[in-house]
């Protein structure tokens, strides 16, 4: 499975990068995983945080990925990422993103940019390589491990720019507005598990083990459903000084019905803010600071806000440095999962801090090795469930080599 993976994919980038003007983007990671937790993850249906575990270390296939993009005509363009990586998930292949994006020419110091299809909401600040991959770590902050997993635009996002440099102005200002669907499931992940920190992103069509499964044959939820056809909205802002400091706010509203439900899923009426900052210092240092609250629910009740809701919320700070192509980061994350109702039902409850720190070194463009030390304390109130304790440590150790192409 591994060697067909990366001979078409690999095939595929050579055949694309020849026609000119499309492009073919991507990598393929290979790792060397040392886990110490007694947790299973969450991938094979444990309630462990991490990617992996100690069923799962050694030599490991981290992934191999790839974004083509090119013209449609003068002002649009198509672009699509595809991803392989080890999983219980039948689908091995998979689409993160594929989109279709309008950039008219401006005639004025505005300018508008339309995206129509399946693609991440403007949050992540950290996540901006190849494949929404986070160039400073391996395993992005548990904010965007959770975008990565369940949030997942499918519909259509509008942009309006006004550029500061028409007006002499050193700042930019953009207003985000984006109206979608098919993704009521979304919420049930957090709910169940809490928060996580990895690198493994679930597919537009893929699925994932459910932590509590709902009956014999509901193991797997996928969250591309579309349950109670009401659309969601979300709508951002932000602001870029001299093009390199990052202010953005959003709020994010998928305004699901808790009462509705299919044969596998309940709609999760989820909802949260996001503010985020990144600030490039003299001498190529990088500070990332990002703070996410909201909460989910889901369920018939009398006032219609759901039967079982749970609040949460994470932030995180990071600190990186670049030289020569030698990268060094540090961050640290906090996270919070907290049931404010149905309690005598099923109890969420997390509160777990984590510490990443990270070591890149990049050699002519093509070959990256890195080194993450990833440690996550704090206890999830559901692994009692399970019989097992609430409270545990889980460190992770992982040296990864990656080919770019």
Aim: net charge negative; charged share 20%.
């Amino acid at each position: 499975m591994r060697h067909l993976v990366l001979s078409v994919v690999l095939l595929a980038g050579t055949a694309a990068a020849d026609v000119s003007p499309y492009e073919v983007q991507g990598y393929v990671d290979l790792r060397a995983v040392g886990v110490d937790t007694s947790l299973e993850s969450f991938l094979h249906g444990g309630l462990g945080l991490m990617r992996f575990d100690e069923s799962h270390d050694g030599l490991q296939f981290g992934r191999v990925a790839f974004d083509m993009s090119g013209p449609l005509t003068d002002s649009f363009r198509a672009q699509a990422t595809v991803i392989a990586a080890d999983s219980d998930d039948d689908h091995a292949i998979d689409l993160t993103e594929a989109y279709v994006e309008w950039r008219p020419y401006p005639q004025s110091q505005w300018s508008w940019r339309t995206k129509l299809g399946a693609f991440y909401p403007p949050i992540s600040l950290e996540n901006r390589g190849v494949a929404w991959q986070s160039i400073y770590t391996l395993s992005p902050s548990a904010i965007n491990t959770w975008i990565g997993e369940e949030v997942r635009t499918i519909g259509m996002e509008a942009k309006l720019t006004n550029a500061g440099a028409a007006t002499q102005r050193p700042f930019d200002i953009g207003v985000v507005a984006a109206v979608y669907a098919w993704n009521d499931p979304m919420g049930v992940l957090l709910f169940q598990r809490g928060w996580a920190i990895h690198d493994y992103e679930i597919p537009v069509f893929g699925e994932i083990p459910r932590p509590f499964p709902r009956g014999a044959n509901d193991h797997a939820v996928g969250f591309a459903q579309e349950i109670d056809n009401r659309p969601g909205y979300y709508a951002d802002i932000e602001t870029r000084w001299y093009g390199r400091h990052v202010v953005r706010a959003l709020h994010y509203d998928n305004r699901a019905d808790p009462a509705q439900s299919n044969a596998t899923n309940g709609a999760w009426l989820s909802r949260f803010d996001s503010l985020g900052a990144r600030i490039e210092l003299p001498s190529n240092v990088t500070l990332i600071a990002q703070w996410m609250g909201g909460d989910t629910a889901v369920g018939p009740s009398s006032d219609g806000r759901g039967m079982l809701i749970a609040d949460f919320w994470s932030w995180f700070g990071l600190a990186s440095y670049s030289h020569n192509g030698h990268r060094f980061t540090v961050r640290y994350d906090r996270m919070d999962v907290h049931s404010t109702r149905g309690m005598r039902f099923f109890d969420s409850e997390q509160n777990a801090h984590a510490w990443t720190a990270a070591y890149f070194y990049e050699h002519h463009d093509r070959w990256q090795i890195g080194i993450e030390g990833l440690r996550i304390d704090g206890s999830l109130q559901q692994r009692e469930l399970k019989g097992l304790p609430a409270a545990a440590v889980e460190k992770q150790l992982q040296l990864a080599v990656r080919y770019s192409f």
